[in-house]
Nanobody, 127 residues
Framework: QVQLIESGGGSVQAGGSLRLSCTAS????????ATWFRQAPGKEREFVAT????????DYADSVKGRFTISVDNAKNTMTLQMNSLKADDTGVYYC????????????????????WGQGTQVTVSS
């Protein structure tokens, strides 16, 4: 059973940066697709960025492309989301997730396809 723990959330002004981390136990990211999702109040959980466990493939939502960078360090069993040029629209609870058996890139963007989730970390960006 894989357990995921996020850290690094907080409050920042628009234009600032935050770095989120997700540490896995009971399994390694190298065996999974690892993804960040976020959920704003009153909205559905949405895809942010994904990375293959070996780091060979990454994908980003259009809304964060060029501002966010996802990476994985299998030696530390940690996935990281570096968030720069933050906007008020980036506010929400950020969740890391891990899963396997995806049939396409499109399915990696679906939260219902992930078996393992962290508890979430709040990111608040003030304008």
């Amino acid at each position: 059973q894989v357990q995921l723990i996020e850290s690094g959330g907080g409050s920042v002004q628009a234009g600032g940066s935050l770095r989120l981390s997700c540490t896995a136990s009971g399994g390694t990211f190298s065996s999974y697709v690892a993804t960040w999702f976020r959920q704003a109040p009153g909205k559905e959980r949405e895809f942010v960025a994904t990375i293959m466990g070996n780091g060979d493939f990454t994908d980003y939502a259009d809304s964060v492309k060029g501002r966010f960078t996802i990476s994985v360090d299998n030696a530390k069993n940690t996935m990281t989301l570096q968030m720069n040029s933050l906007k008020a629209d980036d506010t929400g609870v950020y969740y890391c997730a891990a899963g396997s058996g995806f049939s396409s890139i499109a399915t990696m963007r679906r939260p219902d396809r992930y078996a393992y989730w962290g508890q979430g970390t709040q990111v608040t960006v003030s304008s």
